[in-house]
């Protein structure tokens, strides 16, 4: 099991190499994901619940982003 020092030195590593310009967005995107899963994993309390982020079935996808913007 990898424990809190580890999971830090890797969240400092990837926040290291977001400070690269030359980074594509995908990239950018995919590294600014796993900084937040690791972040979340250190501090759960930061979880949003499943209702803020998944749509209901039936809700058409403008409503929701309506929605998004609201919240």
Same mark, same amino acid.
């Given at each position: !099991?990898?424990?809190? +020092? *580890?999971?830090?030195?890797? %969240?400092?590593?990837?926040?290291? !190499? %977001?400070?690269?310009?030359?980074l594509?967005?995908?990239?950018?995107?995919?590294? !600014?994901?796993?900084?937040? *899963?690791?972040?979340?994993?250190?501090?759960? +309390?930061?979880?949003? @619940?499943? /209702?803020?982020?998944?749509? @209901? /079935?039936?809700?058409? *996808?403008?409503?929701? *982003?309506?929605?998004?913007?609201?919240?």
């Amino acid at each position: !099991m990898i424990d809190r +020092e *580890a999971i830090s030195t890797e %969240l400092a590593e990837i926040e290291h !190499m %977001l400070q690269d310009t030359r980074l594509s967005l995908d990239t950018r995107f995919a590294l !600014m994901g796993a900084s937040q *899963a690791l972040r979340h994993v250190l501090d759960p +309390e930061t979880w949003q @619940s499943a /209702s803020q982020n998944v749509l @209901s /079935s039936g809700r058409r *996808a403008d409503e929701a *982003a309506a929605r998004a913007t609201r919240l």
